[in-house]
């Protein structure tokens, strides 16, 4: 019975990487830099693999980038409000440097998505106006970030008992226990 809240989980997450209504398509991604602040914001799911391997794409010139130089180990955190299911990961997020990977993933991201990864100036940096933001015409910060997660917790908010469940990477399988909400 335990392994198929790791199955649901499986399930839920290959459905949000291809679905843009699903719940857990955006999800919270946590990184704690040398200043030892978390800092949190939101990313979009772009894969899921059956390993469990998460794909998030980003600007290589973002203050998570940094963080991640810093610090590889991140928080995941996804909700579904209509079944009151949250997942929490903990994992090792790396970048990928494989030039392949790299321009097939850029050849199917939307033209007009593209844009937000040729700006000229920094995330972050100080605008007078939105409107003002200037963008490159032959280069880009695309980079793609994969989040191997170690620690998986399930949780879902329902009567007569909420259920917990915490599982493990151990090697390359998972193992679980239920624990207390």
């Not at 772009?46 to 469990?52: G, I, N, S």
């Not at 590889?72 to 997942?87: A, E, S």
């Not at 392949?100 to 990864?117: G, H, T």
């Not at 280069?139 to 170690?150: R, S, Y």
Request: hydrophobic share 35%.
């Amino acid at each position: 019975m335990i392994q198929n809240y790791l199955e649901e989980i499986k399930t839920e997450l290959q459905r949000a990487a291809s679905d843009k209504d699903h719940p857990y398509r955006y999800f919270t991604l946590a990184t704690v830099g040398l200043e030892r602040v978390a800092r949190l914001r939101t990313v979009v799911l772009r894969k899921f693999e059956k390993d469990l391997k998460l794909i998030f794409y980003t600007d290589s010139r973002s203050k998570k980038m940094i963080h991640l130089q810093e610090n590889k180990n991140v928080g995941l955190l996804f909700y579904n409000p209509q079944t009151l299911t949250q997942i929490r990961m903990e994992g090792i997020a790396n970048v990928i440097h494989d030039k392949e990977a790299i321009s097939q993933a850029w050849d199917e991201i939307e033209l007009k998505a593209r844009k937000d990864y040729t700006t000229v100036s920094t995330p972050g940096t100080s605008l007078d106006s939105p409107d003002q933001l200037d963008y490159l015409d032959d280069e880009d910060h695309f980079c793609i970030i994969e989040v191997i997660p170690f620690k998986i917790e399930y949780l879902q908010l329902k009567r007569p008992n909420h259920i917990r469940v915490n599982y493990s990477r151990e090697n390359d399988r998972w193992e679980g226990e239920f624990i207390v909400p």
